[in-house]
């Protein structure tokens, strides 16, 4: 049993660490350090590995906290692997499908992409609240 918490807990506690650093130093470091166009296709190229990495570790903790018998973190680990799953594999492509249309000023398409980019930011700062909660669990 030990060694399944020890599993969630550094699945969960590197998971947190990486979406922190990725949304609170990397991201705002490239965009001060590179032109906007070259910023936000770095940052663009990164989003399929990052949510990969949110699937990854959050199926992992999930799993060994459903085993641990530990109910209510490893469904909030679950709904984060599954709610980046969604992100990487839907919202990403279709805010890339929007992307030019935007840049040629179709309003339409501006006013989808802004709405489909502030959804993912909320959802990936509610990932990042789950991993917390779920990272308190070990502290507490």
């Known amino acids: 049993m030990m060694m399944l918490h020890a599993i969630a807990l550094y699945a969960t506690g590197i998971l947190l660490g990486a979406m922190l650093f990725f949304s609170f130093a990397l991201t705002p470091m490239v965009f001060i350090k ?24 959050g199926a992992a903790a999930a799993l060994t906290l459903a085993v641990a018998e530990r109910p209510i973190p490893a ?9 980046a799953v969604m992100t990487r594999q839907l919202l990403i492509p279709r805010l890339d499908a929007l992307r030019p249309l935007k840049e040629a ?34 502290v507490l």
Not at 75 to 83: D, E, N, P
Not at 115 to 130: D, E, G, P, T, Y
């Open 75 to 83: 469904s909030l680990m679950a709904l984060t692997a599954a709610f």
């Open 105 to 138: 000023n179709d309003e339409t398409a501006t006013r989808q992409f802004k709405a489909l980019h502030r959804f993912s930011v909320i959802v990936n700062v509610a990932q990042m609240i789950a991993v917390a909660a779920v990272l308190s669990i070990f």
């Open 34 to 57: 590179l032109e906007a166009a070259v910023a936000a296709t770095f940052v663009r190229a990164l989003f399929p590995l990052y949510y990969l990495i949110i699937i990854v570790l």
